[in-house]
């Protein structure tokens, strides 16, 4: 079955430190997966996506994220977090047909 | 370029009243989506639309009817709203191609009383 896990349901940073969310996913054959950012109040917004070659993608506001097929994961990381960053982080698979999976998402806060 | 609106932003309704939520794009998107957001559940998807005249049903469609008359409009019905209705509502859109991401619209607060 398809699925999509973020194991992590809040993240607490402080300012300038890295940071890393975690996304498994499950699905038979090469996915496209995403990472949305959700602020309060606010729809989502792509932040990256990877659907084949390169296996680190960049994305916007400096965020990254690596998929390692080995452990169907597709984390994502930011070297150095600014206290904008405080929002929702989604991880969603696209399955091939019209539909997409998302995660129950994390939250991440920002200390100053 | 408006992007995906959505009309109302927020509704409160009475158990048994219906009403209908509107979503637009401007980008000329074969595919939309509706979806609820509640609490610790991520996003569901209610019903979708590959192109203009048709629509499915999604992961939760029960109590949920849609039409896509129009490429750009995607409407989603409530006939007789329940408590268990009470959700944040979003509408996205994207291109045919098979990576593309989506584009959401800023979302409906709907409280059903």
């Known amino acids: 079955a398809q699925s999509v896990t973020q194991p992590d349901i809040h993240i607490t940073v402080s300012e300038g430190a890295s940071l890393e969310l975690r996304c498994n996913y499950s699905y038979g054959a090469t996915p496209y997966l995403f990472w949305y950012v959700q602020s309060p109040g606010q729809g989502l917004q792509l932040l990256l996506k990877?659907?084949?070659?390169?296996?680190l993608v960049q994305g916007i506001k400096g965020f990254e994220a690596e998929f390692k097929r080995s452990q169907s994961s597709f984390n994502l990381r930011k070297p150095s977090v600014h206290w904008s960053d405080a929002a929702e982080y989604f991880c969603?698979?696209?399955?091939?047909?019209?539909?997409?999976?998302f995660g129950t998402g994390t939250r991440l806060k920002v200390l100053a | 370029n408006a992007g995906v609106t959505q009309t109302p932003k927020f509704r409160v309704l009475k158990t048994g009243q219906s009403m209908t939520l509107l979503c637009a794009q401007d980008m000329n998107h074969e595919y939309m989506y509706w979806y609820r957001q509640d609490p610790g559940m991520g996003l569901r998807l209610i019903h979708y639309?590959?192109?203009?005249?048709?629509?499915a049903k999604g992961e939760v469609p029960d109590g949920y009817n849609v039409s896509r008359l129009k490429k750009q409009n995607f409407l989603l019905g409530l006939e007789s709203a329940a408590p268990s209705q009470t959700s944040v509502y979003f509408c996205?859109?994207?291109?045919?191609?098979?990576?593309?991401?989506?584009?959401f619209g800023p979302g409906t607060r709907l409280t059903v009383l």
């Open positions: 990877y659907f084949s070659g390169d296996t």
């Open positions: 996205a859109s994207r291109q045919t191609s098979g990576g593309a991401g989506q584009f």
């Open positions: 969603a698979l696209g399955s091939g047909t019209y539909k997409y999976i």
């Open positions: 639309s590959v192109g203009e005249g048709t629509t």
